[in-house]
């Protein structure tokens, strides 16, 4: 989102796409968060897991896309790696951060991948990637600091 700098047909699903999935994001952590006061993470996990499978199901399934996949080692490392260990820890680290240092960390994965997209496919990066991957650890690193209000003077 963000590429075309212009309100036009050709990009504007995408760009709600992306505005859809940032909302459920979000929905999906501040909801997750709530669950883990009360549920253990690996619980927690495996109820979001076992909620979404039916709804992931059921859209491939409408939309026509093949569901049985010929070769399983990416679906099963795919869900190993970015499931299993990603959202597990994400989930295990709601209780010890707040949901503004969490929401801040998961920016770094686009930032990451505009890098890696560098560093090993030769992509381009723009100035605007450049910045925001710079605004992303600028954040990281001020709300890690010290709440300067709170001291007495």
């Known amino acids: 989102m963000g590429q075309s700098y212009e309100l036009s047909p050709d990009y504007l699903v995408g760009d ?8 459920l994001y979000t929905g999906y ?8 006061g009360e549920l253990a993470p690996w619980t927690a996990l495996a109820i979001a897991s076992a909620v979404c499978v039916p709804i992931l199901l059921g859209t491939a399934l409408a939309l026509g ?6 070769n399983w ?6 869900a190993l790696l970015s499931q299993v260990v990603g959202q597990g820890l994400i989930i295990w680290s709601l209780p010890r951060f707040s949901p503004l240092v969490i929401g801040l960390t ?13 560093i090993g496919f030769g992509e381009t990066l723009s100035a605007i990637d450049i910045f ?19 001291r007495p003077i």
């Open 106 to 118: 998961l920016l770094v994965q686009p930032a990451f991948a505009a890098l890696t997209g560098w």
């Open 16 to 23: 709600l796409l992306s505005l859809l999935a940032g909302v």
């Open 29 to 36: 952590v501040i909801l997750m968060q709530r669950v883990r």
């Open 73 to 78: 080692t990416p679906l099963i490392l795919l």
């Open 132 to 150: 925001g991957g710079m605004m992303v650890g600028a954040a990281l690193v001020l709300i890690r600091l010290p709440n300067r209000a709170a």
């Open 65 to 70: 896309e093949a569901v049985m996949p010929q």
